[in-house]
């Protein structure tokens, strides 16, 4: 194996054993292998489209739920990626046999071996170091680690119904680009930009996706405590599967708490309709391990950030979409399916209700639409001088000790500053009682990851509002977290 797509790779270098995030070097193999095969069955369907046939909706969502499944912490079962590489090999031949040119395709979009361990072995011949240039390698993977943030966002407004056909054709003319060894490296270079580019068409894909279906988000106090209730924590991004999940609950008496990235979710005027949406427990995905176990009850994890289970909870660890991990139980349900959530709901009747780890409440809430509804207060302020700057420090947080960086900036920021945040990064400080400047909490939170979309469309507004040339004359710098693909 060898993996470095994400910010703990081992000794800044690469995962070439097992993954600093518990992966096999099988699964990872395994991994390389359904990649691969997702750029044979990309060149197939760009193929396709130039010759003017249309590419189905459930192929361009075979291939981003598939590239999905390979983020890191979404899943570390072997045998989901066996499964899922027979789909896309299945696929390939269906697609095949409608394409009347197949001069020169590549290896990767004619391999038709499904036998596991002829899969295996091509893996180990096909993973990120099969491209000996560095510099080629480099721009592959950067547009590939992109192309999986991507495809994330899409997978999630896929399952609210929304799609873009842009997006979607994209996501595999660039797959398939990296299979070609006559790009020079400025137009690799460009590909990496363009995915850029098509990233923020899928943010916003998503946020349409989100509002439309759940309303604005608008500024909400959170509950950080407990009640005296069976219940589920559900972790991860998917907002469809929370909606089934409280729908079912409901009914049973079984109460839901959100973890990590999934907070978000309590600033949606869809949810508070949910009298067992009981608020936050916990924080960042990689304290789970001990938040999971005095949780108490069974977890659902809809997508990453997964780390290995302590065996003290792993038989009450659900996963569900793109997530897997071996030994847990998989709940299914493709796009546009119903989930039965009825098993987890039952194993949690059988559970103590979560012990209390901390009291309080949170405020978040502060998406575009929010902040825009606000926007004469904020301009009020800045014109006053009572906000001098806006530091967006927006993105991922992970287990290193240096990322106390983070709270030790928010701390010791000057009063008249205003933190922007979206994603798990926001845990760094969102506990830390910094206070307001007029009624204006010092964090604002837009969101999940995906909601630094929020952040751009509010930048725009405020260089609208002032009327200014430039977006980088705002008085907003920025200090960015990364830890996976989703905020490449």
């Not at 850029?196 to 439309?212: E, R």
């Not at 009981?278 to 108490?296: C, L, P, T, V």
């Not at 009825?342 to 103590?352: G, L, N, P, T």
């Not at 780890?357 to 207060?377: K, M, N, R, Y």
């Amino acid at each position: 194996m060898f993996c470095f797509q994400c910010q703990e790779a081992a000794k800044n270098i690469g995962c070439d054993k097992v993954g600093v995030c518990g992966k096999s070097a099988d699964t990872a193999n395994l991994q390389d292998m359904t990649i691969w095969l997702l750029k044979g069955l990309s060149e197939i369907t760009t193929r396709l489209r130039s010759n003017g046939v249309e590419v189905s909706s459930e192929v361009n969502h075979l291939v981003t739920e598939s590239l999905f499944m390979t983020i890191t912490n979404a899943n570390f079962d072997s045998d989901m990626f066996i499964e899922r590489i027979e789909k896309i090999i299945d696929k390939k031949e269906e697609l095949l046999a409608s394409l009347e040119d197949k001069s020169n395709l590549s290896e990767a979009a004619l391999w038709a071996d499904k036998d596991p361990e002829a899969l295996r072995d091509k893996a180990v011949e096909v993973g990120v170091l099969s491209t000996e240039n560095e510099d080629v390698r480099s721009l592959r993977e950067l547009t590939i680690y992109g192309l999986k943030g991507l495809s994330a966002y899409s997978k999630h407004a896929n399952v609210l119904l929304n799609d873009d056909e842009e997006v979607d054709e994209f996501i595999q003319y660039a797959l398939a680009a990296t299979l070609d060894d006559s790009l020079s490296v400025d137009e690799l270079v460009k590909l990496v930009l363009d995915t850029g580019s098509h990233g923020v068409s899928g943010m916003a894909l998503l946020d349409k996706a989100n509002t439309s279906t759940y309303g604005s988000p608008e500024i909400s106090t959170v509950n950080i405590g407990v009640r005296n209730n069976p219940a589920i924590l559900i972790s991860g991004h998917d907002l469809r599967d929370m909606e089934m999940l409280l729908e079912q609950a409901e009914k049973e008496g079984v109460d839901v708490y959100t973890h990590s990235e999934m907070l978000p979710a309590n600033y949606y005027p869809a949810f508070k309709k949910f009298s067992n949406l009981a608020g936050n427990y916990g924080n960042a995905w990689w304290k789970q391990r001990d938040e999971f176990e005095s949780f108490n009850g069974p977890i659902l994890m809809t997508t990453n950030c997964i780390v290995p289970p302590k065996d003290t909870y792993k038989d009450k660890l659900y996963t569900t979409g793109a997530a897997g991990y071996p030994g847990c139980k998989h709940i299914p349900g493709a796009i546009g399916e119903y989930k039965d959530f009825s098993e987890i709901i039952a194993h949690a009747k059988q559970c103590d209700s979560p012990t209390e780890i901390e009291t309080g409440e949170i405020v978040g809430g502060f998406a575009h639409e929010q902040v825009i509804s606000l926007a004469e207060t904020v301009v009020d302020a800045i014109n006053t001088g009572a906000i001098k700057k806006f530091v967006v420090m927006a993105g991922c947080d992970g287990r290193h000790k240096s990322r106390d960086y983070y709270t030790e900036f928010a701390e010791k920021l000057p009063g008249d500053t205003v933190i922007l945040t979206a994603g798990c990064a926001k845990y760094r400080y969102n506990k830390l009682n910094l206070g307001d400047i007029g009624g204006i909490p010092r964090v604002l939170d837009a969101g999940q990851c995906n909601d630094s979309y929020s952040l751009a469309v509010i930048a725009m507004k405020l260089q609208e509002v002032f009327g200014l040339e430039d977006i980088n004359d705002l008085p907003i710098i920025y200090n960015i977290a990364w830890y996976e693909q989703k905020a490449v």
